[in-house]
């Protein structure tokens, strides 16, 4: 960002933190009204102004509603839409709203006394902004204002207030208790966990879940996946509706029965997958929703978790801005289709720049502990270990053993470990997969990004051919991984990787070597390995910018394999 972007930021953050010291503290009458007009923008911009054409209306993300109000900075444009409201003399007002995306001003102006705003920095999800103000003697009527900032992403707005006494201008009426959700049904199990969804309610801002007419969370979008479930067991859900004039009446109770527990290390995964790695971010390959990723892909591990001040504990932001106002009630209903289609969704750890380290029993206890819950808020299906600057083999056992715990044996475990990590059944990587056999799902090693590396037979085998492929494959088959936990991790493209990039052709070949004995190199394995488990890419994104050629060439060939 520019010095002098820099500078004017600052001084907005310094006005409005100014403006707001000054705010009024009087309190709201019982007959206080919301004076704004066409306050969630259900009719699209009646009522508001937006300077330069910056302001319009979208169907989504919205607070509540079919519609909430986007507004785009561009060059010297800040995208600030206005509203003339009608108010009272020498009364006290909260001005409210909601808002998503970059950075977001919410303030009011001609109040007769002291003029008030507030801000938040860009956030991917809805969050409230709330300040008063007083009216002085002769004020009849106020300028309610919100604005993003130059040069930053585009921002969201729904749901505004300004909420005290009826200034006689009209505004929007008060809301009233919104309808019962229908629709609702079950769309997908687990062994411990039921996915639900349902319609959308009219005039509603969130829904509550209850479980056996209990109370267990409550959701703003139409989906929630209920975990921590016992196996083959039924339970009832019903759901409710909300918005600030209370809840409304419980649903049709609709039934979920989780499946039986699952064989080790994951559950219900084909014999042969394909996993790829989703990207929570833009670095130039395309923009995905979950939605989006190709049905190819069994395991989407999405990348990455972040770390947090807590020694070992972990943590996830929607990158929302960065992914075109994807909000996160849409990418928890996509993992929820996802689960419905039969895929497994997982939240990876780590990557080229990850700063989690787990090295001693309490940084254990906090990556299960906040790994399960981010398996709980999302739906998550377990996770993968892409540790790329060293594990302790011990403390990373005592915290997976700890997950699996809680999750049960529904739980998913992968691992992508570099190429040295897997040289010897000695290095950590090694010893972590080895000491979680009964629990892992599979071992996605990167075949690129490497140096020349020694094969099952002590020779040094360079990357980019099928022998590099089988040959350190072989060193995990034959040092104590199930043919099942082997699979082998290649980029989808040039661009995905500083090297190591190879065909489609050569990693199926390399595929059929070793599940075959056909299709082979120089080097041939001792024996075949049916059940090898399949493949790996990073990224998903980086498949869709080159037109998904090496899913639909590896992902089908993968899947055909016997």
Known sequence: MPALRNRRLWAGVAMAALALSFAGTGQASAADTNNAKNAGFESGLTNWTCTAGSGT???????SGSSALKGTPAGQDNAQCTQSVAVKPNSTYTLSAWVQGGYSYLGVTGTGTTDVSTWTPDTASWKQLSTTFTTGAST???????HGWYGQAAYYADDISVFGPDGGGGGDPAPTVPAAPTGVSVSSTTSSSVSLAWSTVSGATGYNVYRNGTKITAVTGTSATVTGLAASTSYSFQVTATNSAGESAKSATVTGTTTATGGNGGGSL????????WQNFNNGATVQKLSAVSSQYDII???????????????????????????????????AAKHAAGKKVIISIGGQNGTISVSDSASATNFANSVYSLMQTYGFDGVDIDLENG??????????????????SSLIITMAPQTIDMQST?????????????????????????GTMLGCDGKVYGQGSVDFLTALACIQLQGGLAPS?????????TSAAGSGYVSPTIVNNALDCLTAGTNCGTFKPSKTYPDLRGAMTWSTNWDASAGSSWSNSVGAHVHALP
């Open 57 to 63: 209306t979208v169907s989504s993300p919205v607070h």
């Open 140 to 146: 009849t009527s106020v300028s309610v204002y919100t």
């Open 270 to 277: 084909p014999k042969h997958a394909v996993t790829g790695y």
């Open 301 to 335: 591990a999405v990348a990455f978790a972040d770390a947090t001040t807590t020694p070992g504990a972990v943590s996830f932001t929607l990158d929302s801005a960065g992914l075109g106002g994807y909000t996160v009630d849409q990418f928890k209903a996509d993992i």
């Open 391 to 408: 594990i302790n083999a011990t403390y990373m056992t005592q915290a997976l053993r700890a997950l699996s715990a809680k999750a049960g």
């Open 426 to 450: 000695s290095n950590a990587y090694f010893q972590t997969a080895l000491n979680i056999k009964d629990i892992l799902t599979v071992v996605n090693m990167q075949y690129y990004n490497s």
């Open 485 to 493: 936990q082997v699979g082998l991790g290649l980029p989808a493209s």
